[in-house]
Structures are given as C-alpha cells and as structure tokens.
C-alpha cells in the first residue's frame, strides 16, 4: 500500500500550513484585504516583500472591496522609484512578466539569469543583466527576486515576486530550495480566490464541448493553415472543414473565425503550437 508522506509532517506543521492556506484563501470581495494582510505578513516572514499582479495582460489595479490598491496600501510599494503598480507598460517592458509567459512553475532571478527545478529554453534568452543595472519598479534596489507565475483558467496569467528584505542579496538558491514550493501554493490561492470573486462577468459559455473535429480544424487553423490545407491534411472536403469551424463558432458564441481560435486556445481545445 502506498504510503502518505504527509502522515511523516509533524502535526504542528501540518495545522501551521492549514492555517496559512486558509488565511489567504478567498472566497468573496469583503475577504481581499485580510487575505492581502495575511500574504503580507507571510511574506515578511520569510524575509520578502511581495509584489502582486493578478492579470499581466491588464491594466486593473489589484484592490480590495472598497477599491483601495493593495500593492500600495497593504504590500508597501510607495516609496520614490517603488510605485511600479503606475506602469501600464510594465507587464510588456519588464523581463519577470514576461518570464511568466514562457514558465508555470516557480524560479528565481538575479543579473545571472532565471534559475528553476529545469533548464528552459526561453527564459535562457532574456537578458536581465542590464534590467538590474537600470531597474525601477517592483525590483526597485534589490538584485534577485523569487518569480511565481500563476496560470489561470481561460489564458489568464498572474505573475507574483518575492523580493528579499536584505537588499544587497544576489542569490536566493536556498530559500528557493526550502520555501519555493510553500511560496507557490499560498500565492495561487491568494491570485485564485482574487480573480474568481472580482469576475463580474461570464465571457465564456458555460460546459462547451468541441467534437474531435472540431478541436482538429481548430488546431490547424490556429497555426496558420488555410481550409484548403486542412482538408487535405485530414483527408475531408473543403465544405467539411468549414462546417466544423462553423459549428464549433456556433458552440463558442464567437463572432467570427478569429474569435472562434481565440476562445478554444483560452479553454486549452488546441494545445501548444510551439
């Protein structure tokens, strides 16, 4: 019989890590700010400043039911040069967005590069040397950061950093190696329970299911291919293809052929097209 490695935790680290869980979890509005309260002392805790983004591709503030701004009334960032929540443009220039893109898990950051529990291709091509020589934001002084990204039902990423107290640290391998993974599961709590009680709106239909088909031509065509080149490549007619990606336009509520792609690749219908 397997056994439950949990069973091995000591008890008293077993309530301590419940009681962290649930004292970030959300389940309504009025809930945010304990929750950020809650994660903030977490953080300070381990030694870290937090920095919260819910949604890289939005400019919406991350606030608490009454619209107070978390990042600057509960996380601190309000000193000269810490105010990175302003930057609009923050999630297309800064490289710790944009790593989040590319990775799921956990990894930290210093001059050197992204460092996780794997190599990875993508993160090995953005440069960060010259992001902390000339750094403002979030990042503001400090030299290395811990990186969790959080991915989110319907292509929804949230990017979270752990900046060190002390900072003239540059490398944060052993907390990575001891609290990364701790880190991780109260950040996506927190992000979760954040965005599913400020949704104000279903944007999706609800328990859409695309046929084989469906999803094929859909894959297809999301990677460049004309009808034509489909219906040659799964041996059906032009007409054929067409009523798929019709129909399953039809199940998406989509406006067009575009939206249509769109909205399968958001419910994970098309897999990766790398």
């Known amino acids: 019989m397997a056994k439950n490695f949990v ?17 970030v979890t959300i389940t309504n509005a009025q809930e945010i700010r304990k929750a950020a309260e809650a994660i903030h002392e977490i953080a300070q ?11 890289i591709s939005s400019k919406a503030h991350l606030v608490d039911a009454d619209g107070e701004l978390l990042n600057k009334d509960v996380f601190g960032w309000v000193a000269e040069g810490e105010r990175w929540w302003e930057d609009t443009r923050l999630a297309l220039s800064s490289p710790l967005p944009r790593a989040c893109r590319y990775e799921s898990e956990p990894m930290w950051c210093n001059a050197e ?21 000339n ?5 503001s ?11 989110l039902p319907f292509g929804q990423i949230g990017a979270v950093s752990f900046i060190p107290n002390e900072l003239e640290r540059t490398d944060l391998s052993e907390e990575f190696r001891l609290y990364s993974d701790f ?11 954040y965005v599913l009680a400020m949704r ?56 067009n052929r575009g939206q249509t792609i769109f909205k399968a690749g958001q419910l994970g219908y098309l897999g990766a097209t790398d």
């Open 113 to 133: 590069g992204f460092h996780g529990h794997w190599s990875n291709e993508y993160l090995d091509e953005i440069d960060l040397r010259e992001f902390y020589e």
């Open 141 to 151: 002084l400090s030299k290395c950061a811990i990186l969790i990204p959080v991915h």
């Open 200 to 255: 104000e709106k279903h944007r999706m239909p609800a328990n859409c299911i695309l046929s084989k088909r469906e999803a094929e031509c859909l894959h297809w065509a999301a990677i460049g291919k004309t009808d034509k080149e489909i219906s040659m490549i799964l041996s059906l007619s032009h007409a054929t293809i067409r009523y798929h990606v019709n129909r399953a336009g039809q199940k998406l509520n989509s406006v």
């Open 7 to 23: 069973e091995d935790i000591p008890r008293i680290g077993r309530e301590r890590f419940r009681k962290n869980l649930d004292s």
């Open 183 to 193: 880190l991780a599961i109260v950040t996506r709590r927190f992000v979760t329970g």
């Open 135 to 139: 750094q403002t934001g979030a990042t």
């Open 45 to 55: 805790a381990y030694g870290f400043r937090i920095a919260v983004s819910a949604d």
